[in-house]
């Protein structure tokens, strides 16, 4: 049974193929039902996929095989908060090198078209440090990364090392 509030992803359609790299890749993820079309449709045949539910680090979704009338944006992205550089390191690389594309500041999207921010969670803390200073610092060195790195985050809100530009 789907959740009352799912998140619901459009995909060309490779929905299945996309949950089952999901629950691969992320922890607290799985593929749940798969419902197939019980007739013709617009981009697809009886038969073919329609919709499946899955989870992504807990959260419930649905693909939906709805054709390639709509393509995936960065005004919908997934951010997970990692702990550390081998986790960012990890999570980062299964996406771009499963045909994803790095972009900037710790985003990058997978081969679906899905945006995904893989951000360390010293980032978060240091780009909210009350010393304002410290947290531009931190700002500054994340505006010249694609993935994240921690220990350079880190350097530069403790002020041992300026971002290069």
Known sequence: ????????????????DAARFYAQTFPDSAVGRVMRAPGDYPSGQEGDVLTVEFTVLGLPCLG??????F?????FSFQVATDDQAETDRLWNA???????ESECGWCKDKWGV????????????V??????????AFDAMM??????????????????????
């Open 1 to 16: 049974m789907l959740a009352k509030n799912t998140i619901c992803l459009w995909y060309e359609r490779d929905a299945l």
């Open 64 to 69: 939906l095989n709805g054709g390639p009338a």
């Open 71 to 75: 393509q995936q944006s960065e005004a």
């Open 95 to 101: 996406i771009v090198n499963n045909g994803g594309q």
């Open 115 to 126: 945006s995904w921010q893989i951000t360390p969670r010293v980032l978060t803390e240091a």
């Open 128 to 137: 909210n440090d009350p010393d304002r200073a410290a947290a531009k610092r």
């Open 144 to 165: 010249t990364m694609r993935k994240i790195d921690v220990a350079a985050i880190e350097k530069a809100w403790r002020g041992e090392a300026r971002p290069a530009r």
